[in-house]
């Protein structure tokens, strides 16, 4: 019975060590593809292609205020969004839930904060239009980790069971 009870603590390690943590999807830089959009109330289904079909940034980056791009930085100033420097944010528009109803709303920056220990992050969605000041705050809870994918799972509007499959984005030398 000991055997047993250690080879399945083992096993339980070796699996724990191959999973990516929060504090590793916290650090800025990797870039994260939108695999798939799933959402049902009893069962999952692929979400609408009218909606998925019109995302433009399929998947998100996080950076800090500081790293913007000048492109991103002159879409920013467009705003009237008040950010600090020191802020870790990412341009997105794969949330497909705004005030309860399921939609495309279009590209938005969001205010990111990981909370390593429940496994959530916490978005802070400006949408990128010229009249936005305030936010609308989102919560996502991350579900499956393993060493280059997650899923997002919609915490806000848990019965309508939306879910957002990610895998890091693998990019080779000679596409810089």
């Not at 292609?49 to 930085?73: D, H, I, M, Q």
């Not at 495309?104 to 429940?118: E, L, S, T």
Request: aromatic residues 14%.
């Amino acid at each position: 019975m000991n055997r047993l009870f250690i080879l399945l603590f083992v096993a339980s390690v070796l699996h724990t060590n191959a999973q990516l943590n929060c504090e590793i999807l916290r650090t800025t830089g990797a870039t994260y593809s939108l695999m798939a959009c799933k959402n049902g109330t009893g069962k999952l289904y692929n979400t609408d292609t009218a909606l998925t079909n019109r995302f433009k940034y399929r998947g998100f980056n996080l950076k800090l205020v500081s790293e913007l791009s000048p492109e991103e930085k002159a879409e920013l100033k467009k705003t009237k969004i008040q950010l600090k420097q020191t802020d870790t944010v990412m341009f997105y528009d794969w949330d497909i839930l705004q005030s309860a109803k399921m939609g495309y709303f279009g590209p938005a920056i969001g205010k990111v904060h990981i909370n390593p220990k429940d496994s959530s992050i916490k978005i802070y969605k400006y949408f990128l239009t010229p009249t936005t000041k305030d936010y609308v705050p989102t919560r996502f809870k991350i579900i499956r980790m393993g060493a280059d994918n997650f899923i997002f799972y919609d915490i806000d509007h848990p019965y309508l069971n939306i879910n957002y499959y990610f895998k890091k984005k693998v990019v080779f030398t000679n596409d810089k």
